[in-house]
């Protein structure tokens, strides 16, 4: 038996289909005798491994990894299980893999890191675990040799989603993954495709798919949202594609097609692809559901989005942001605060953005981040690479340190002064209570103007400094933080 796993990710009112350990599943579905742990159902996960491997023989433990409490979660299991069962073999697949590969090979728990996408490379490491294949010849895939010396076989090309088999969705409770969000009652969560074509500096994306995408067809992502709606009652759906609208010919299709469904959705975009769209492609993806796109805007000067690599302008951002209201979608804008060689000037550019975009369009709703970086292939956003030193194990990476880095709560970077990241975080409570967010299902109305009343103020005059009354309401009234909590 393969026996997956899906380390905690988030809170339980927070939880998703486990969509990365369901894609790996779908290629065994059928053929493969197998299960799936899901930490974030499960609150003793490793406890369920431990049981299902008395159970039954287990050949391989497939762990979906992902930077940040994943990290934790699979750390901890994977040292349990290595203890009690030295001989079952480990392997760690998605983000975690990808982007520090190095770190998942050096501890004593992985044998094997899966680079990029993992659904071939998964049956082709089953069938050298079977010894009817030569590790070295799996691409995509990093082992230790058997001196213990890390290899890394060449990258995997990316195959488009259509080549593989409908997600196994039989094989989870799904009931129990559909959420009530701002976009409906049943909210589920897709990826249309995988990868993203663009080469952004900061991204953890880039490393992943080597600035490849992969589309899933409009007829295929129409068809299966069609199956969700109709067997499990969906009325929402939350896309985790990088880039939704890459293309407008594409894009129309897949409005045409969802459209008779009747969902709301939410999904990301970029504000130059989208300037290039017909008005009629703006009323159609409307008319198909979209409640709201999120745009990394990421800075509103040129010059720093140039040094991002981001292929984009501010001009267009702004363009977008005020066309965008004629159709009734709330563009969501994500901005990344604190660039390296000046933290400071930078995040009195970042703020002036913000106050100008909100100008342009009061419904746009804001993400602050600070800048923490990701190891790149080329050089990283900042040229920060004498000043960046990465974690080496898993174990570190679990390191309460590390998890603020990963989190992107306090990256603790060597630019970034105290005072600084003071006012960003200042300004971040300024302006979510200014406007909360449209995602804050639970919050009162009431509650809405306590926060907007007790900052309209500060907002108006600038005035960001110590805003504890904020802090405290906020806290008080458990206003929802999309960018830790996702939707
Ligand atoms: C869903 C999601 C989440 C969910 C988690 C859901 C869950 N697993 O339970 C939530 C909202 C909780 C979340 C939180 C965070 N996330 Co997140 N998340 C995503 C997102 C949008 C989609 C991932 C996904 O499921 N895709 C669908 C599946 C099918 O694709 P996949 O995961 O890539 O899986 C394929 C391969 O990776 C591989 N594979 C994956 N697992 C395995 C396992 C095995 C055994 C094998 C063989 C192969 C394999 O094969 C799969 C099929 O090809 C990605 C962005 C993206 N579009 O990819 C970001 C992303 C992965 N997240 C990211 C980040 C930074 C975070 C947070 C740290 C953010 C924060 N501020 O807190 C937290 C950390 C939480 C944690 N788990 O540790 C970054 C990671 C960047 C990096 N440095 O590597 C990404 C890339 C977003 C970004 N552009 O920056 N996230």
């Given at each position: 038996?393969?026996?997956?796993?899906?380390?905690?990710?988030?809170?339980?009112?927070?939880?998703?289909?486990?969509?990365?350990?369901?894609?790996?599943?779908?290629?065994?579905?059928?053929?493969?005798?197998?299960?799936?742990?899901?930490?974030?159902?499960?609150?003793?996960?490793t406890?369920?491994?431990?049981?299902?491997?008395?159970?039954?023989?287990?050949?391989?433990?497939?762990?979906?990894?992902?930077?940040?409490?994943?990290?934790?979660?699979?750390?901890?299991?994977?040292?349990?299980?290595?203890?009690?069962?030295?001989?079952?073999?480990?392997?760690?697949g998605?983000?975690?893999?990808?982007?520090?590969?190095?770190?998942?090979?050096?501890?004593?728990?992985?044998?094997?890191?899966?680079?990029?996408?993992?659904?071939?490379?998964?049956?082709?490491?089953?069938?050298?675990?079977r010894?009817?294949?030569?590790?070295?010849?799996?691409?995509?895939?990093?082992?230790?040799?058997?001196?213990?010396?890390?290899?890394?076989?060449?990258?995997?090309p990316?195959?488009?989603?259509?080549?593989?088999p409908?997600?196994p969705?039989?094989?989870?409770?799904?009931?129990?993954?559909?959420?009530?969000?701002?976009?409906?009652?049943?909210?589920?969560?897709?990826?249309?495709?995988?990868?993203?074509?663009?080469?952004?500096?900061?991204?953890?994306?880039?490393?992943?798919?080597?600035?490849?995408?992969?589309?899933?067809?409009?007829?295929?992502?129409?068809?299966?949202?069609?199956?969700?709606?109709?067997?499990?009652?969906?009325?929402?759906?939350?896309?985790?594609?990088?880039?939704?609208?890459?293309?407008?010919?594409?894009?129309?299709?897949?409005?045409?097609?969802?459209?008779?469904?009747?969902?709301?959705?939410?999904?990301?975009?970029?504000?130059?692809?989208?300037?290039?769209?017909?008005?009629?492609?703006?009323?159609?993806?409307?008319?198909?559901?979209?409640?709201?796109?999120?745009f990394?805007?990421?800075?509103?000067?040129?010059?720093?989005?140039?040094?991002?690599?981001?292929?984009?302008?501010?001009?267009?951002?702004?363009?977008?942001?005020?066309?965008?209201?004629?159709f009734?979608?709330?563009?969501?804008?994500?901005?990344?605060?604190?660039?390296?060689?000046?933290?400071?000037?930078?995040?009195?550019?970042?703020?002036?953005?913000?106050?100008?975009?909100?100008?342009?369009?009061?419904?746009?709703?804001?993400?602050?981040?600070?800048?923490t970086?990701?190891?790149?292939?080329?050089?990283?956003?900042?040229n920060?690479?004498?000043?960046?030193?990465?974690?080496?194990?898993?174990?570190?990476?679990?390191?309460?340190?590390?998890?603020?880095?990963?989190?992107?709560?306090?990256?603790r970077?060597?630019?970034?002064?105290?005072?600084?990241?003071?006012?960003?975080?200042?300004?971040?409570?300024?302006?979510?209570?200014?406007?909360?967010t449209?995602?804050?299902?639970?919050?009162?109305?009431?509650?809405?103007?306590?926060?907007?009343?007790?900052?309209?103020?500060?907002?108006?005059?600038?005035?960001?400094?110590?805003?504890?009354?904020?802090?405290?309401?906020?806290?008080?009234?458990?206003?929802?933080?999309?960018?830790?909590?996702?939707?």
């Amino acid at each position: 038996m393969i026996l997956f796993y899906n380390p905690k990710a988030t809170k339980s009112r927070n939880r998703r289909l486990p969509l990365s350990i369901l894609a790996v599943a779908a290629v065994l579905e059928g053929k493969e005798d197998y299960a799936i742990v899901d930490g974030n159902l499960d609150p003793h996960p490793t406890e369920s491994l431990i049981a299902r491997i008395r159970e039954r023989p287990v050949e391989l433990l497939a762990v979906t990894v992902m930077p940040g409490p994943q990290t934790v979660g699979a750390g901890a299991s994977c040292r349990e299980i290595r203890a009690r069962f030295p001989e079952l073999p480990i392997v760690w697949g998605g983000y975690f893999a990808s982007n520090y590969t190095a770190a998942a090979l050096n501890a004593g728990y992985v044998d094997y890191a899966v680079r990029g996408q993992g659904e071939l490379t998964l049956l082709e490491l089953l069938e050298a675990i079977r010894g009817h294949r030569e590790l070295k010849t799996i691409a995509g895939l990093s082992y230790k040799d058997s001196d213990g010396r890390p290899r890394h076989n060449p990258e995997r090309p990316l195959r488009s989603l259509d080549d593989f088999p409908w997600y196994p969705y039989h094989r989870v409770p799904v009931e129990k993954y559909l959420l009530p969000t701002f976009l409906g009652r049943r909210t589920t969560v897709h990826q249309a495709s995988i990868g993203c074509p663009f080469r952004c500096n900061f991204c953890g994306v880039v490393n992943f798919s080597g600035s490849r995408e992969k589309m899933e067809s409009p007829a295929r992502t129409g068809d299966i949202l069609r199956h969700l709606a109709q067997t499990y009652g969906v009325d929402a759906v939350q896309f985790y594609d990088n880039n939704f609208f890459l293309r407008e010919d594409h894009t129309r299709e897949l409005a045409d097609r969802i459209a008779p469904l009747n969902l709301r959705w939410w999904c990301e975009g970029r504000a130059d692809i989208m300037m290039g769209y017909a008005d009629a492609t703006f009323e159609a993806i409307r008319r198909a559901g979209c409640a709201m796109i999120f745009f990394g805007a990421e800075s509103g000067s040129n010059e720093i989005l140039k040094e991002m690599n981001k292929d984009l302008c501010a001009e267009d951002t702004l363009a977008l942001a005020t066309r965008i209201r004629r159709f009734g979608i709330i563009p969501e804008f994500s901005i990344i605060f604190g660039n390296p060689k000046d933290p400071e000037g930078d995040t009195r550019d970042c703020i002036r953005f913000i106050r100008q975009l909100k100008r342009l369009n009061p419904d746009s709703e804001i993400v602050v981040e600070h800048y923490t970086p990701v190891p790149q292939r080329t050089r990283m956003y900042g040229n920060v690479e004498d000043q960046m030193q990465f974690p080496t194990t898993p174990d570190e990476w679990a390191t309460e340190r590390w998890q603020r880095f990963a989190t992107q709560k306090d990256p603790r970077t060597p630019w970034l002064r105290p005072r600084t990241k003071q006012l960003i975080e200042n300004f971040e409570l300024v302006v979510s209570s200014r406007w909360p967010t449209v995602q804050a299902l639970r919050l009162p109305s009431w509650g809405r103007w306590v926060l907007k009343i007790l900052s309209s103020w500060r907002y108006k005059l600038g005035i960001y400094a110590a805003p504890l009354e904020l802090r405290w309401t906020q806290q008080l009234l458990a206003l929802r933080k999309p960018k830790e909590e996702s939707l």
